[in-house]
T-cell receptor
Framework: SQQGEEDPQALSIQEGENATMNCSYKTSINNLQWYRQNSGRGLVHLILIRSNEREKHSGRLRVTLDTSKKSSSLLITASRAADTASYFCATDDYNTDKLIFGTGTRLQVFP | EPEVTQTPSHQVTQMGQEVILRCVPISNHLYFYWYRQILGQKVEFLVSFYNNEISEKSEIFDDQFSVERPDGSNFTLKIRSTKLEDSAMYFC??????????????FGNGTRLTVT
């Protein structure tokens, strides 16, 4: 079964608009992380939210976590063309070493 | 800022050949990982490595795969007899603490493996 599923799969917005991406998962977690991937490059860690946290901010990023619904959202405010990338949520597989990545949201920000 | 480096950036090999993908993790990190991403698809966990041994591996990581930390800095992934379906982007990652437990992973830029 898929641990992390993001929606939408693709999102196109204009510069200055906000972008919201959602992630759902299936099992209990210790934490949920969001990563960004520019085309053809490695993943870059953006933010980590622990299972006992509900909201976290980092610059223009805001992440929420609802463990009762097993879902998280990533909000990028005042988007820029440089935010164009794929965004992945990743959850730990409880009591194992691995992070399980979702399917990703491809964000396109038009100048 | 320290980073994970991977070489080569692109490797082309013929089916049945052995390949070794190389990684230099961040120097004070203790946990090392290989993930792969088939073009346009999910990032899939292959293996984690700690204290000079595999701590976990996925179903993908069969007998054709092996990992090694031959010295204090390099971390390698070997595929003994490549198949067409091994074509993918392979990412090395490292973390200071156990990745699943509140520690972000630092990824390299990947090696694109093409098996012909």
């Amino acid at each position: 079964s898929q641990q992390g599923e993001e929606d939408p799969q693709a999102l196109s917005i204009q510069e200055g608009e906000n972008a919201t991406m959602n992630c759902s998962y299936k099992t209990s977690i210790n934490n949920l992380q969001w990563y960004r991937q520019n085309s053809g490059r490695g993943l870059v860690h953006l933010i980590l939210i622990r299972s006992n946290e509900r909201e976290k901010h980092s610059g223009r990023l805001r992440v929420t976590l609802d463990t009762s619904k097993k879902s998280s959202s990533l909000l990028i405010t005042a988007s820029r063309a440089a935010d164009t990338a794929s965004y992945f949520c990743a959850t730990d597989d409880y009591n194992t070493d691995k992070l399980i990545f979702g399917t990703g949201t491809r964000l396109q920000v038009f100048p | 800022e320290p980073e994970v480096t991977q070489t080569p950036s692109h490797q082309v090999t013929q089916m049945g050949q052995e390949v070794i993908l190389r990684c230099v993790p961040i120097s004070n990190h203790l946990y090392f990982y290989w993930y792969r991403q088939i073009l346009g698809q999910k990032v899939e966990f292959l293996v984690s490595f700690y204290n000079n041994e595999i701590s976990e591996k996925s179903e993908i990581f069969d007998d054709q795969f092996s990992v090694e930390r031959p010295d204090g800095s390099n971390f390698t992934l070997k595929i003994r007899s490549t198949k067409l379906e091994d074509s993918a982007m392979y990412f090395c990652a490292s973390s200071l603490n156990r990745g699943a437990y509140n520690s972000p992973l630092h990824f390299g830029n990947g090696t694109r493996l093409t098996v012909t």
